[in-house]
């Protein structure tokens, strides 16, 4: 059974694929900063599902974690099978006036830096081996700037055409490259971002349907999975290269001012 790499493997989506995957008897390579949260879940994956589960403790927003876990992987003699990139956050305020420049730098290199990284080392090995599957979890966020969330949405914007442009790029390889769009979803996501009281996530989704949708995508080699979308953010998809850009923006900014979600 295939073998899957997880980052961010103990927060809300991020433990959803790795029961997924240990409940179809594959091991897993748990990422995460913290060693004892990681040490907690391989206990338990390896008690409830009897697979293997590896752990790798690295901070993401640190350029050097990639080889680290790179290394690592080599030390097991493990090249994952599958390589679920699903660490990230997020944080509502105004760009210029209420973010702060540690948190925004943080937030591009663990969105965007680390799964870059990531791929640049474990890519090419796939690539030689014949086979793989990646899965980068992106956002709906990808399909419209973002105001109270400006990096944040641009950062999804980055991972979905990234993961795209991979999807063609290795065709033929063995090795297929998906994107899951996931819609708000309650996590702790929502809460580490200030975001929990917002009209965006009043209506948050759970995450064990997407994790499910975002699974089976991989598995398929689709190119982009939309899944857990509340109803507002159908019509948006869609519409939204349609829509005037202001009133878009404006309907945009209004779901994420804090406080929101009572009005």
């Known amino acids: 059974m295939a073998t899957a790499l997880i980052t961010g493997s103990y927060g809300g989506l991020g433990t959803e694929f790795v029961n997924i995957h240990a409940?179809?008897?594959?091991?897993?390579?748990?990422v995460g900063r913290s060693q004892s949260k990681l040490d907690a879940q391989a206990a338990q994956v390896e008690k409830d599902y009897g697979v293997k589960a590896y752990t790798i403790a690295a901070d993401l927003s640190i350029a050097e974690s990639s080889q680290q876990i790179f290394d690592a992987c080599q030390e097991l003699g493990i090249l994952p099978d599958y390589f679920i990139n699903n660490a990230g956050f997020g944080g509502q305020g105004d760009f210029a006036r209420e973010r702060s420049m540690?948190?925004?730098?943080s937030m591009i290199a663990v969105n965007i830096e680390s799964p870059t990284r990531l791929l640049k080392l474990f890519l090419p090995e796939m690539i030689k081996r014949g086979s793989g599957k990646v899965l980068n979890v992106s956002s709906t966020a990808a399909s419209t700037p973002g105001p109270l969330q400006a990096v944040y949405y641009a950062t999804k914007a980055y991972v979905t055409s990234w993961s795209n442009a991979l999807w063609r790029e290795v065709q033929g390889t063995g090795v297929t490259v998906s994107c899951l769009m996931p819609g708000a979803m309650a996590t702790g996501f929502a809460a580490a971002?200030?975001?929990?009281?917002?009209?965006?996530?009043?209506?948050?989704?759970?995450?064990?349907?997407?994790?499910?949708?975002?699974?089976?995508?991989?598995?398929?080699?689709?190119?982009?999975?939309?899944?857990?979308?509340?109803?507002?953010?159908?019509?948006?998809i869609s519409l939204s290269p349609m829509m005037p850009r202001k009133a878009m923006l404006n309907f945009v900014y209004d779901q994420q001012v804090a406080g929101s979600a009572k009005k």
């Open 23 to 30: 409940a179809a008897g594959g091991d897993v390579i748990l």
């Open 102 to 105: 540690e948190d925004d730098m």
């Open 193 to 236: 971002g200030g975001l929990d009281d917002t009209k965006l996530f009043a209506n948050a989704v759970s995450p064990v349907q997407v994790a499910k949708e975002g699974y089976d995508g991989m598995i398929a080699g689709k190119i982009n999975v939309v899944s857990g979308l509340v109803a507002w953010q159908k019509p948006l």
